[in-house]
């Protein structure tokens, strides 16, 4: 068969059937114009405290317009909810079924691509609008097996796979809060001591909106015991961003993280790192590519990369950190 170029109407019909839409980093900020928020001096100030090396103009040309975006999403959600009140009438309460419930927002990504980081941006941009000043933040490392249990298991490096986490808890977790549970706890991890916190749990009262951040939160659900298809935890989800960047890059903001924090937090005399501010800085990269080849790698390419296309929007950094291209999903 020879070569067919396509006119453009008909190149156009068949981008047109594709599920995401992509826009350049130019293309995207345009869309601020039609961002109702302007920052204030005040809120600069506010977001500058978060203590993220975050640009302000990124913060006003990539995440300014997604917070809108978001916002319109959240009053759509609150409609469809209304439907179904509308629908159930005076049975909806006995089904369960409540008025308003939290608009759930995954954020996904490898290891150092800066998934933290955008979701905290995120929350504190979602909070200004008045519509919903309620965004709580919850990241999934707080459902990992406490490290007795993966050595147990022979998981201990295999930390950040979806197999080193509760997924069961964590799924249950989110759908209590989405469900309009008045309190909702959670198990917290600690970086400083590379283990769960005993005892210790964060709490969750009634958010408006709910990020969830972590490395496997697009992961499909497993099957139960009986073979049969579960609902998983990106099942509750409204939206969901998978932050994405070139592996070479994501490497060198993991190298360079735990540069930095061999210079800080690992001097904790709690610290499990402790003792990669005891031998030399080649010596603790060494050991930090071993982590990034052994484990963060092969976690990224095995599991991370292939929920990429889950994800309603895909957030495309360069190596400077800045948002080049964005997919948003439109089918
Ligand atoms: N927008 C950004 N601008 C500059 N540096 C960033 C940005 N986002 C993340 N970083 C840096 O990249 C590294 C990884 O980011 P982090 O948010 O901790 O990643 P993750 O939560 O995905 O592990 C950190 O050193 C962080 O300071
Ligand atoms: C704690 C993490 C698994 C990330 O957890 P998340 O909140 O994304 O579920 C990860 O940051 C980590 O510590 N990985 C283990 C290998 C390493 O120390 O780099």
Same mark, same amino acid.
Do not use: C
């Given at each position: 068969m020879?070569?067919v170029?396509?006119t453009?109407?008909q190149?156009?019909r068949?981008?047109?059937?594709?599920?995401?839409?992509?826009l %350049? @980093?130019? $293309?995207?900020?345009?869309?601020?114009?039609?961002?109702?928020?302007?920052?204030?001096?005040?809120?600069?100030?506010?977001?500058?405290?978060?203590?993220?090396?975050?640009?302000?103009?990124?913060?006003?040309e990539?995440?300014?317009?997604?917070?809108?975006l978001l916002?319109?999403?959240?009053?759509?959600? &609150?409609n469809? +909810?209304?439907?179904?009140n %509308?629908?159930?009438?005076?049975?909806?309460? !006995?089904? &369960?079924?409540?008025? &308003?419930t939290?608009?759930v927002? #995954?954020?996904?990504?490898?290891?150092?691509v800066g998934?933290s980081?955008?979701?905290? *941006?995120?929350?504190?941009? *979602?909070?200004?609008w008045?519509?919903?000043?309620r965004?709580?933040?919850v990241?999934?490392?707080g459902?990992?097996?406490p490290?007795?249990?993966?050595h /147990?298991r022979?998981?201990?490096? @295999?930390?950040?796979?979806?197999?080193?986490?509760d997924r069961?808890?964590? %799924?249950?977790?989110?759908? $209590?809060?989405?469900?309009?549970?008045?309190?909702v706890?959670?198990?917290?991890y600690?970086?400083?001591?590379?283990?769960?916190v005993?005892?210790?749990?964060?709490?969750?009262?009634?958010?408006?909106i *709910?990020?969830?951040?972590?490395?496997?939160?697009?992961?499909?659900?497993?099957?139960g015991?009986?073979?049969?298809?579960r609902v !998983?935890?990106a099942?509750?989800?409204?939206?969901?961003?998978?932050?994405?960047?070139?592996?070479?890059?994501i490497?060198?903001?993991?190298?360079? +993280?735990f540069?930095?924090? /061999?210079?800080?937090?690992?001097?904790?005399?709690?610290?499990?790192? +402790?003792k990669?501010?005891?031998v030399?800085e080649?010596?603790?990269?060494?050991?930090? @590519?071993?982590m990034?080849?052994t484990?963060?790698?092969?976690?990224?390419e095995?599991?991370?990369?292939?929920? @990429? #296309?889950?994800?309603?929007l895909?957030?495309?950094? #360069?190596?400077?950190?800045?948002v080049q291209?964005?997919?948003?999903?439109?089918?």
């Open positions: 020879g070569l170029s396509l453009e109407p190149q156009r068949r981008s047109d059937a594709t599920p995401y839409m992509d %350049t @980093r130019a $293309e995207w900020s345009a869309l601020r114009e039609r961002t109702p928020l302007p920052l204030t001096a005040d809120e600069v100030e506010r977001l500058r405290g978060l203590g993220d090396v975050i640009d302000l103009d990124e913060v006003r990539v995440y300014l317009p997604l917070s809108r916002n319109l999403y959240v009053a759509a959600a &609150g469809l +909810r209304g439907a179904l %509308t629908f159930l009438g005076d049975t909806a309460s !006995g089904h &369960g079924v409540q008025p &308003g939290p608009f927002i #995954g954020v996904a990504g490898s290891v150092a998934k980081t955008v979701a905290r *941006l995120l929350q504190a941009l *979602l909070a200004l008045p519509e919903h000043p965004v709580e933040l990241t999934t490392d459902f990992l097996l490290n007795a249990e993966l /147990r022979g998981l201990m490096s @295999r930390k950040g796979f979806p197999e080193s986490y069961r808890a964590l %799924t249950r977790f989110v759908a $209590e809060v989405k469900a309009g549970r008045d309190v706890t959670a198990p917290v600690s970086h400083l001591i590379y283990d769960i005993p005892g210790e749990r964060l709490t969750v009262r009634r958010p408006d *709910l990020i969830v951040e972590g490395l496997n939160v697009l992961q499909p659900a497993l099957p015991h009986d073979g049969r298809t !998983g935890l099942d509750y989800f409204d939206f969901s961003v998978y932050v994405d960047a070139r592996t070479e890059d490497e060198q903001w993991y190298l360079g +993280r540069r930095k924090l /061999r210079e800080t937090a690992f001097q904790n005399p709690f610290s499990y790192f +402790r990669y501010t005891q030399s080649e010596e603790a990269l060494d050991y930090a @590519r071993r990034w080849s484990i963060n790698r092969p976690n990224l095995q599991n991370i990369v292939p929920t @990429r #296309g889950r994800a309603n895909v957030l495309r950094k #360069g190596s400077d950190h800045k291209r964005l997919s948003l999903r439109k089918l």
